[in-house]
């Protein structure tokens, strides 16, 4: 193969296996917070279980996200050198940025928050928890600034052949930033709220229910039906953001191929890149224009008119609408379990809801990496959109080597994502177990909802 090619494809296994971990990371931080000051407030023993469980479950995270991120660097010098000689100036500070605010806070504070359980005091405990939180928000905040960056590059200027910043406020909060670091945040939030709920329907079909486990549930559907409106919202507006900056990557999306006005929506297609047309297409007319310019008669242009410099249409295509398909599943199945609970107050939810749920307990995940291809894979065959080429900047590694650390990052991840599975389910599935100092006061305080645990953990 292409060593272009086969660069392209480990650095898409490298990221699809990063972004899994920050996308649980960044969300389950303020949920943690929350766990714990509604702890604080009433020194419930199902708000404490709640963050213990949890906290292990973000450790578990983070040490994976943390890991698997460092390979990513390793490429920029392996695989993309030119990369760094090329914009060096711009992406450099930018991640070092990252390391130096947001990486230090979390990793600094983490083991406060993990260890810390009658070692230091609860406002202590409490800052620790807020500090690691802010922190990864930061670290989004400064990643997707620098991707942005590289989607919409403003603010720069270029001096023998190198990228310099003219301003660092207009590289930082470059056009597509706010939208992009907004639907970031809402699917972390939203793959949290699944994860939630579908560890806590596990827990229910198994009956290894404790004090947090309906609270919990309840509190994943609770989110997620508040939060689907509001990326629905959200994606409309960076939709349009991206239709003024990136027209070329709306219409491979849509399976645009002529500029036209009122546009079909293609609800399903196979786009076929050789004739430039949509087989087997089913489409509503007039409703893409709607949808991309809020106007049913509004101009959409056409893949005619970007020859040469636009993306692939096919990926591209077929990954927005299982993002889109996935984040459709999440609002149906939200707002019926919302409504389930309502109606079924004091009842248990139906065992085939409950399996719906543990079916769809990664769906977050599924949506974060089609979005994420979709971004990416829209920008070729820029690195640098609209100003460098990818293949500009590849090094010059031999398609043997490349193709040889890509196979064995492919079954390390295999092995990786059956191993932290396994142990979210082993940690479901295990009693929660708390703090002597934190029991003395449980007792003192709350008692233990015995409809909730087992006689064996209610007597522990």
């Not at 930082?172 to 907004?182: G, M, Q, T, V």
Request: hydrophobic share 50%.
């Amino acid at each position: 193969m292409d060593p272009l090619i086969l660069a392209r494809m480990q650095f898409a296994a490298n990221i699809t296996f990063h972004i899994l971990f920050p996308t649980i990371t960044i969300a389950l931080a303020w949920v943690l917070l929350f766990f714990r000051i509604k702890w604080l407030r009433s020194r419930d023993d199902g708000w404490l279980m709640a963050y213990r469980f949890w906290t292990q479950v973000f450790a578990l995270s983070f040490a994976i996200g943390v890991v698997s991120g460092i390979t990513m660097s390793f490429q920029f010098g392996t695989n993309w050198p030119g990369f760094m000689e090329k914009a060096g100036n711009i992406a450099g500070p930018l991640l070092g940025y990252e390391v130096l605010t947001a990486f230090f806070l979390e990793a600094s504070f983490l083991g406060i928050m993990l260890f810390g359980h009658g070692r230091v005091s609860e406002r202590v405990n409490l800052m620790a928890t807020i500090l690691v939180a802010g922190g990864t928000t930061l670290s989004a905040f400064w990643i997707l600034s620098l991707n942005s960056w590289m989607q919409t590059p403003t603010g720069y200027e270029i001096i023998n052949g190198e990228f310099h910043a003219a301003s660092w406020i207009a590289v930082i909060f470059n056009p597509s930033f706010p939208y992009r670091l907004a639907h970031m945040l809402m699917a972390s939030f939203l793959t949290v709220s699944f994860l939630l709920a579908g560890i806590s329907a596990w827990q229910l079909l198994r009956g290894k229910v404790n004090a947090s486990t309906r609270r919990v549930l309840r509190i994943g559907l609770t989110m997620a039906a508040v939060l689907v409106p509001v990326q629905i919202v959200i994606g409309d507006m960076h939709g349009l953001n991206t239709l003024e900056h990136q027209p070329q990557k709306i219409a491979a999306i849509e399976g645009i191929w002529h500029t036209e006005r009122g546009a079909p929506l293609q609800l399903f297609a196979w786009p076929d890149e050789r004739t430039r047309e949509n087989r087997f297409s089913i489409s509503i007319p007039r409703a893409g224009s709607l949808i991309l310019t809020h106007d049913a008669d509004g101009e959409i242009k056409g893949l005619n008119e970007f020859e040469g410099v636009h993306p692939p249409v096919a990926p591209l295509f077929f990954a927005f609408r299982i993002m889109v398909g996935v984040g459709v599943l999440m609002l149906a199945a939200s707002w019926a379990g919302c409504w389930l609970l309502w109606r079924r107050r004091e009842g248990a939810l139906p065992r085939f809801y409950l399996k719906l749920l543990v079916a769809m307990t990664f769906s977050g995940w599924l949506a974060t990496i089609a979005g994420w291809y979709v971004t990416e894979i829209g920008r070729q065959p820029f690195i640098v959109f609209g100003l460098v080429r990818t293949a500009e900047v590849a090094s010059s590694t031999p398609a043997a080597n490349i193709a040889l650390t890509l196979t064995a990052y492919l079954v390390l991840y295999v092995l990786l994502l059956i191993a932290y599975i396994g142990v979210l389910r082993y940690l479901a599935e295990k009693p929660v177990r708390i703090g002597k100092k934190e029991a003395e006061m449980l007792l003192v305080t709350s008692p233990v909802d015995e409809s909730d645990v087992t006689d064996a953990e209610a007597r522990s």
